[in-house]
T-cell receptor, first 115, second 110 residues
Framework: GAGVSQSPSNKVTEKGKDVELRCDPISGHTALYWYRQSLGQGLEFLIY????????KSGLPSDRFSAERTGGSVSTLTIQRTQQEDSAVYLC?????????????FGQGTRLTVV | RKEVEQDPGPFNVPEGATVAFNCTYSNSASQSFFWYRQDCRKEPKLLMS???SGNEDGRFTAQLNRASQYISLLIRDSKLSDSATYLCVVMRQAGTALIFGKGTTLSVSS
């Protein structure tokens, strides 16, 4: 069975351009998470989707960042007017449900470089 | 104060050593707790959940102290393959986001 799939695996963009990062979660998983990891740093929480509930956007660093999840499956993270400090690995994870003992499965990430 | 705090290390230990990592969390309403492992340039993977009564999985033992808002991971008889970054993870409340600590780096040498 397929795991969490992210695309593209690498993205180089010019400062000021918009980028879209895609995440295909494991089929049937209701919870989906986006994180950002800068070189040598920990995972910074960005946004969380759970079923049909309103997403938890408390981690988005600025209004240049947005995400949506269509039909409870695929999610897209959009960064507008990219800045050099946006360069990082963007990781997506999904889980079957949210609660004690639930495992989150991660994709391999999208490495974003803003030049 | 950060929501989840860990000593970044690195911890450099010889094979066979016992090593312990600690983690504290700030949100007393946090419901669920985990340790994840991340190898260099790889995605994080679940190592073990942490239960209130403490739990063990082979050489790994996890403990939770809700009163002190403190989580620990003990690794016995360290192996070279244990070299990785260990991430303390807290679920804020039931059905909400997972928050990761910055991780503790372990290097096991022969």
């Amino acid at each position: 069975g397929a795991g969490v799939s992210q695309s593209p695996s690498n993205k180089v963009t010019e400062k000021g351009k918009d980028v879209e990062l895609r995440c295909d979660p494991i089929s049937g998983h209701t919870a989906l998470y986006w994180y950002r990891q800068s070189l040598g740093q920990g995972l910074e929480f960005l946004i969380y989707f759970q079923g049909n509930s309103a997403p938890d956007k408390s981690g988005l660093p600025s209004d240049r960042f947005s995400a949506e999840r269509t039909g409870g499956s695929v999610s897209t993270l959009t960064i507008q007017r990219t800045q050099q400090e946006d360069s990082a690995v963007y990781l997506c994870a999904s889980s079957a449900m949210s609660g004690a003992g639930t495992e989150a499965f991660f994709g391999q990430g999208t490495r974003l470089t803003v030049v | 104060r950060k929501e989840v705090e860990q000593d970044p290390g690195p911890f450099n230990v010889p094979e066979g050593a016992t090593v312990a990592f600690n983690c504290t969390y700030s949100n007393s309403a946090s419901q669920s707790f985990f340790w994840y492992r991340q190898d260099c340039r790889k995605e994080p993977k679940l190592l073990m959940s942490v239960y209130s009564s403490g739990n063990e999985d082979g050489r790994f033992t996890a403990q939770l102290n809700r009163a002190s808002q403190y989580i620990s991971l003990l690794i016995r008889d360290s192996k070279l393959s244990d070299s990785a970054t260990y991430l303390c993870v807290v679920m804020r409340q039931a059905g909400t986001a997972l928050i990761f600590g910055k991780g503790t780096t372990l290097s096991v040498s022969s």
